[in-house]
């Protein structure tokens, strides 16, 4: 299933860590070295963390599980949105809001109103003055920017990707208190017991960043292209007998 290799990841920059000084003492067993100071991560853990991550995200999708993709900070925003698009995910880039996850019913009321905004022709901008109007507009700017990686999340995620466990310490602590599995880059400044699924590797290196999400994201495309082709197949013969009991 993993098609990434340590080669990949050495030109990625993946096995540099923080300063020792800032080694969290749980992250230690995953530190090979140290050079100037700086701590060296060992990238057979990283691929090990890595293969189970997609052998769990394998089982989620299989289940038609929903996988939420997390990163906040400005090396992760892009890589994270794009890759979650592609492969039919949803993700927050933008600031964490407390209780997206452990107060959803009230994040489902506030989507459900941003979709009563975006559509067209909706009663609620009849008979309103200019002033009305902006007032709504700006609401439904607002709302747009909090939730449009998740406004079609119907339900709590399966499972969550994150990148940098320090930055998204609330994301962790809303998934921990839900019991909602956690995969997460972590740096050798994070403690990587904090979630299920650790990859140990540099989380302030784009490359790094896009080369892991992409091989999650790749798993996840793979999986659903399959059960597309098992659909066609599944519906092609149906068309066949259909065929047949008409002759």
Request: proline share 3%; charged share 30%; glycine share 6%.
């Given at each position: 299933?993993?098609?990434?290799?340590k080669?990949?990841?050495?030109n990625?920059?993946?096995?540099?860590?923080?300063v020792?000084?800032?080694t969290?003492?749980?992250?230690?067993?995953?530190?090979?070295?140290?050079?100037?100071g700086?701590?060296?991560?060992?990238?057979d853990?990283?691929?090990?963390?890595?293969?189970k991550?997609?052998?769990?995200?394998?089982?989620i999708?299989?289940?038609?599980?929903?996988v939420?993709?997390v990163?906040?900070?400005?090396?992760?925003?892009?890589?994270i949105?794009?890759?979650?698009?592609?492969?039919?995910?949803?993700?927050?880039v933008e600031r964490?809001l407390?209780?997206?996850l452990?107060?959803?019913s009230t994040?489902k009321k506030?989507?459900?109103?941003?979709h009563?905004l975006?559509?067209?022709g909706?009663?609620?901008?009849e008979?309103l003055?200019?002033k009305?109007?902006?007032?709504?507009?700006?609401e439904?700017?607002?709302?747009?920017d909090q939730h449009?990686?998740?406004?079609?999340?119907?339900?709590?995620?399966?499972v969550?990707?994150i990148?940098?466990?320090k930055?998204?310490s609330?994301?962790?602590?809303?998934?921990?208190?839900?019991e909602?599995?956690?995969i997460?880059?972590?740096?050798?400044?994070?403690d990587?017991?904090?979630?299920?699924?650790?990859?140990?590797a540099?989380?302030?290196?784009?490359?790094?960043i896009?080369?892991?999400i992409?091989?999650?994201a790749?798993t996840?495309?793979s999986?659903?292209?399959?059960d597309?082709?098992?659909e066609?197949?599944?519906?092609?013969k149906?068309?066949?007998?259909e065929?047949?009991?008409k002759?």
């Open positions: 299933m993993q098609k990434i290799t080669e990949d990841l050495l990625s920059g993946a096995h540099f860590g923080h020792s000084s800032k969290d003492p749980n992250f230690k067993d995953f530190v090979v070295s140290s050079k100037n700086i701590d060296i991560i060992n990238l853990d990283t691929l090990n963390g890595l293969e991550a997609l052998n769990f995200v394998s089982n999708v299989q289940r038609n599980g929903e939420l993709f990163g906040t900070k400005k090396h992760a925003k892009d890589v949105q794009q890759e979650a698009d592609r492969c039919g995910m949803f993700y927050v964490w407390g209780g997206t452990t107060n959803f994040v506030s989507i459900k109103r941003l009563a975006e559509k067209e909706s009663s609620i901008f008979d003055t200019k009305e109007l902006l007032k709504l507009n700006r439904k700017i607002k709302l747009s449009r990686g998740i406004k079609d999340m119907k339900k709590l995620p399966n969550i990707v990148v940098d466990g930055t998204e609330i994301a962790i602590q809303e998934a921990k208190k839900l909602i599995p956690i997460c880059i972590v740096d050798s400044n994070t990587p017991t904090l979630c299920e699924f650790p990859i140990p540099n989380d302030d290196s784009i490359r790094t896009q080369l892991l992409n091989e999650i790749n996840i495309v999986l659903n292209k399959k597309e082709s098992t066609d197949i599944s519906n092609e149906k068309e066949n007998i065929k047949k009991d002759s």
